[in-house]
T-cell receptor, first 113, second 116 residues
Framework: DQQVKQNSPSLSVQEGRISILNCDYT??????FLWYKKYPAEGPTFLIS?????DKNEDGRFTVFLNKSAKHLSLHIVPSQPGDSAVYFC????????????FGKGMKLTVNP | GAVVSQHPSWVICKSGTSVKIECRSL??????MFWYRQFPKQSLMLMAT?????????EQGVEKDKFLINHASLTLSTLTVTSAHPEDSSFYIC????????????FGQGTRLTVV
């Protein structure tokens, strides 16, 4: 049973446009969510996180939105840049972020020049 | 910023041999480190939690006698894949949170293990 789901395996957008990456979760105990970016044969790099007490967190071009009632979060990247092309993982954890991370399967983002 | 260094980045070994992977926190102390495994086009799956000075905690389905974890110091955790078989071929990644919560968990660069 997958607790964190990224249902779309890939997304392709034009440079300068907005990229929206979606993530759903099933475990109501999750209260902290993170997004990671990963290149092949490398470890994930932290991008942005959000606590369940918030519904939005913004950091530069990256914004994460959380809809607790729908158990859904999304990562918005605007404007998208070719360097953003990578695999993006959504992750969730419980107890304020001290429990183990549960990852989604990842989504490959391609930003075309 | 905090850095987690993992070594080696890739290794090829013969079936039946053992392989050791090291994970070091370079500029912070990590009482806890996590070991993940990723198959192609799959999610990162937590294998075990490495605790400094005590036994590791393994996730369900992970053979603790096959994947030996040692966390002898606050900056080093090792994962040894014993009697490796081709099905153990995978991408192994370690990580460490700097403050004990995942506000910013740092990951090693990963190790690509190929067992032939």
């Amino acid at each position: 049973d997958q607790q964190v789901k990224q249902n779309s395996p890939s997304l392709s957008v034009q440079e300068g446009r907005i990229s929206i990456l979606n993530c759903d979760y099933t475990n109501s105990m999750f209260d902290y969510f993170l997004w990671y970016k990963k290149y092949p044969a490398e470890g994930p790099t932290f991008l942005i996180s959000i606590s369940s007490i918030k519904d939005k967190n913004e950091d530069g071009r990256f914004t994460v939105f959380l809809n607790k009632s729908a158990k859904h979060l999304s990562l918005h990247i605007v404007p998208s840049q070719p360097g953003d092309s990578a695999v993006y993982f959504c992750a969730a954890t419980a107890q304020g972020g001290s429990e183990k991370l549960v990852f989604g399967k990842g989504m490959k983002l391609t930003v075309n020049p | 910023g905090a850095v987690v260094s993992q070594h080696p980045s890739w290794v090829i070994c013969k079936s039946g041999t053992s392989v050791k992977i090291e994970c070091r926190s370079l500029d912070f102390q990590a009482t806890t480190m996590f070991w993940y495994r990723q198959f192609p086009k799959q999610s990162l799956m937590l294998m075990a939690t490495s605790n400094e000075g005590s036994k590791a905690t393994y996730e369900q389905g992970v053979e603790k006698d096959k994947f030996l974890i040692n966390h002898a110091s606050l900056t080093l955790s090792t994962l040894t894949v014993t009697s490796a078989h081709p099905e153990d071929s995978s991408f192994y990644i370690c990580s460490a949170p700097t403050t004990g919560v995942w506000t910013e968990a740092f990951f090693g660069q990963g190790t690509r293990l190929t067992v032939v």
